[in-house]
């Protein structure tokens, strides 16, 4: 018996938050939603924080295993909890630290908004 | 004769700007550079603006052209201008109005760093 964890494969489902950006203007309501995404990773800092996490082994990481970007720990986590509250990454306590990983279905989601704008 | 332009049609390619975000950690560089082009989209109203333009029938639109977003027109025209400074829109003055169209390559290397993140 093997102790490692197998789980599921999920493929990243593409959330149906709005049409590609070239379909039709977005309503106030589906922009402001799409935007705070957006301005989560316009942030070079977050972008750097978030790109750490998401090539880090196992695609996941704590403050402890993010040292390299400039910034102090207490703000590392600052800006973790801000790409979790803007839904890009997910979150879980083990111990004393807090495991950051990437929420596939989200990035999948505005990756299409833009791909299929750009395609078309 | 018919005195319709015929564009090529081109292929977006997608920039060599970056990896996908979860190959390695972006370099400050490589942040600084990417970030500006999420901030752009990180703005509800500009991000409905971006796509007007988008979806405006022939792929391009002047300020003219927009109206329903519930800005006064100087204030769109700021928003387009940002939108181009950040690589995302090509302007092209014709008379008395410039009009804007989607850059394509840029929307397609943004979305190629976030879809590439989310399926692996």
């Given at each position: 018996?093997?102790?490692v964890k197998?789980?599921?494969?999920?493929?990243?489902?593409?959330?149906?938050?709005?049409?590609?950006l070239?379909?039709?203007?977005?309503?106030?309501?589906?922009?402001?939603r799409t935007?705070?995404?957006?301005?989560?990773?316009?942030?070079?800092?977050?972008?750097?924080?978030?790109?750490s996490?998401?090539?880090?082994?196992g695609?996941?990481?704590?403050?402890?295993?993010?040292?390299?970007?400039?910034?102090?720990?207490?703000?590392?986590s600052?800006?973790?909890?801000k790409?979790?509250?803007a839904?890009?990454?997910?979150?879980?306590?083990?111990?004393?630290?807090?495991?950051?990983?990437?929420?596939?279905?989200?990035?999948?989601?505005?990756?299409?908004?833009?791909?299929?704008?750009?395609?078309?």
């Open positions: 018996m093997s102790n197998v789980l599921p494969i999920l493929e990243p489902e593409t959330e149906p938050c709005c049409p590609p070239n379909e039709r203007p977005l309503t106030a309501e589906e922009a402001e935007a705070v995404m957006f301005k989560a990773l316009g942030d070079p800092v977050r972008l750097r924080l978030f790109s996490v998401a090539s880090h082994e695609g996941e990481a704590c403050v402890c295993d993010i040292s390299d970007v400039g910034v102090s720990q207490p703000t590392v600052h800006h973790l909890k790409l979790k509250e839904g890009l990454l997910s979150s879980e306590r083990r111990g004393t630290w807090v495991y950051y990983r990437v929420e596939p279905t989200v990035l999948a989601a505005m990756g299409a908004l833009l791909t299929k704008a750009a395609s078309a």
